[in-house]
């Protein structure tokens, strides 16, 4: 979905402004797999708080330093849907990693 809206993406993007996964990401695994969801900063700040990607939590790049910098690897990560409960989205626990 996300490929078709901004075309194609490479596999590795060096670090640096061009990075869209800004300064840091932490990457969620389930079950040992890793379940394509980030929690990362960001090279487009305006669009923080949108829903314009496939499920990724985008975040200003401090906010994600100082995140990254308090979770360790192997942590207990549960996303809420906003608002609290909502029949269509379940609550969402992975591993940080």
Excluded: W
């Excluded at 090279?43 to 985008?58: F, H, L």
């Amino acid at each position: 979905e996300i490929q078709e809206r901004l075309g194609p993406y490479p596999s590795r993007v060096s670090g640096g402004p061009a990075n869209p996964l800004g300064a840091r990401a932490i990457y969620l695994y389930e079950g040992g797999k890793d379940t394509l969801y980030r929690i990362h900063g960001t090279n487009q700040p305006e669009y923080i708080g949108q829903a314009i990607s496939s499920g990724c939590i985008r975040m200003t790049n401090e906010d994600v330093i100082d995140l990254y910098d308090r979770v360790r690897q192997g942590t207990t990560v549960v996303v809420l849907p906003p608002g609290g409960e909502s029949p269509l989205m379940r609550p969402f626990a992975a591993r940080a990693s």
